[in-house]
């Protein structure tokens, strides 16, 4: 029986020889993980059931990443009551503050997810697993449920293949693409409802590292689909067996596989793409908004946090000033990726920028719990989503763009293709 690569993952977990779309199971996880803002919760669900040993603590992944600078005696609640609930549950992999960084980053670089490997998480940014070959479930507030009992059901999704043809622009980048994706999905030009499927792409991925693969899973993930896959490239592949802590085994679509839906997008005529304020799918042309002023511009998030990403961003910055006006924070995906900006001299670049450094999360995409707007401010950002209230104030204005965007919006003040910097330097 033909296969998608996820229901083979499915399928592989679950001790099966095949699934189907609709099929229940109960897969046995790589990983299990739980972000800080939810363990609390589910400590005391299990507690006050009297469950106090996990099912398989060795498989349990804490990670604090959204409250990593404590804003409020809350925030710095929840740290104590989480270090001593892993010190109770015997789980040793616990990623404090300033242990790892993004939850939805640091497996992926250092070699705790693989191609192949299948994990439960609270969250639904779970579905950046597929940037290395591997499917993140999101199990919401049943988390408690998994890490008691070890599984949960899940229903395989049906999947929904995007083919890309054709090679990126200069300055025009991953995150490009999943804006103008969702755009066409939500305006049904492609017409297909994503919600509880699983987006798979194909077609010309090569040029694609792992963070511009991470930035595809980004923007599908917030017109509801439950999963992302890319298949592994050779890179990939490589990048997993330098880092790999265990044996993996990727895999791949069959050629017969049964999708809902196919299409194919040609990204060779693509230009950089803004999300306008109210959702990632209302994507525009930058053109059709350049200019707009802005006074607050964040990079990073699990949507645009790796290296790459910061490197893009850095291009623009270097030898360069933000505009007076703009405050700029920078959220490294990984501690791994802090120290290197440190090491090689890119932190420098950044302080010398005036942008304001912090330490490796969710930054102000978690909900802007640091970094918010006032009443009728104007912000741009790499953020997962720009709903109203999502840095703060209700009536702000939140875009969304590629690093390399908000980086060159930074400087000017007002939203700017980075390709005239390059342009301009390009002519001197």
């Not at 930058?286 to 961003?313: K, N, R």
């Not at 700029?328 to 120290?339: D, H, N, V, Y």
Request: hydrophobic share 45%.
């Amino acid at each position: 029986m033909a296969m998608t690569a996820v229901e083979k993952v499915l399928a592989a977990k679950s001790g099966k020889s095949a699934v189907r779309p609709g099929d229940v199971v109960f897969p046995d996880p790589d990983y299990v993980m739980i972000h800080d803002g939810v363990v609390m919760g589910a400590k005391r669900e299990l507690d006050a059931l009297g469950i106090h040993r996990l099912a398989a603590p060795g498989k349990v992944m804490m990670v604090s990443d959204h409250d990593v600078i404590y804003g409020s005696a809350r925030a710095a609640e929840r740290g104590v009551f989480n270090r001593a609930a892993a010190k109770a549950w015997g789980v040793k992999q616990f990623y404090d503050v300033g242990r790892g960084g993004h939850g939805h980053i640091f497996p992926m670089e250092s070699g705790l997810l693989l191609p192949g490997m299948f994990y439960f998480d609270n969250d639904r940014h779970a579905t950046n697993a597929g940037a290395i070959g591997a499917f993140g479930f999101r199990i919401g507030s049943e988390i408690s449920r998994v890490l008691a009992t070890g599984t949960n059901w899940v229903q395989v999704p049906k999947s929904v293949k995007v083919t890309l043809k054709g090679k990126l622009k200069p300055g025009v980048y991953a995150r490009d693409i999943g804006f103008h994706l969702a755009m066409l999905i939500k305006q049904k030009i492609f017409d297909v409802d994503i919600d509880y499927k699983v987006l798979e792409y194909a077609g010309d991925l090569d040029q694609f590292s792992l963070a511009a693969r991470t930035a595809l899973c980004s923007s599908p993930t917030e017109i509801q689909a439950y999963g992302v896959f890319l298949p592994p490239s050779e890179t990939i592949l490589a990048h997993a067996r330098e880092q790999a802590t265990r044996p993996f085994t990727p895999v791949y679509a069959d050629a017969d596989a049964h999708y809902e839906a196919e299409f194919t997008l040609d990204i060779s005529r693509l230009e950089p793409q803004i999300a306008r304020p109210g959702g990632v799918h209302n994507a525009v042309n930058l053109s059709e908004v350049a200019g707009t002023p802005v006074s607050h511009a964040f990079i990073g998030s699990c949507g645009s946090g790796m290296w790459d990403d910061l490197m893009q961003a850095a291009a623009v910055l270097k030898g360069r000033r933000i505009a007076d006006g703009v405050r700029l924070f920078i959220a490294p995906g990984t501690e791994a990726s802090t120290k290197r900006l440190a090491r090689e001299g890119w932190m420098q670049t950044f302080i010398e920028a005036g942008a304001i450094l912090l330490p490796a999360g969710c930054g102000p995409c978690n909900d802007a719990v640091i970094g918010p707007i006032h009443a009728g401010e104007v912000s741009i950002s790499t953020a997962t989503n720009n709903p109203p209230g999502r840095f703060g104030a209700r009536d702000g204005k939140l875009y969304l763009g590629s690093p390399a965007t908000v980086a060159a919006s930074a400087v000017t003040g007002r939203i700017t293709d980075a390709r005239e910097f390059f342009l301009t330097e390009m002519r001197q």
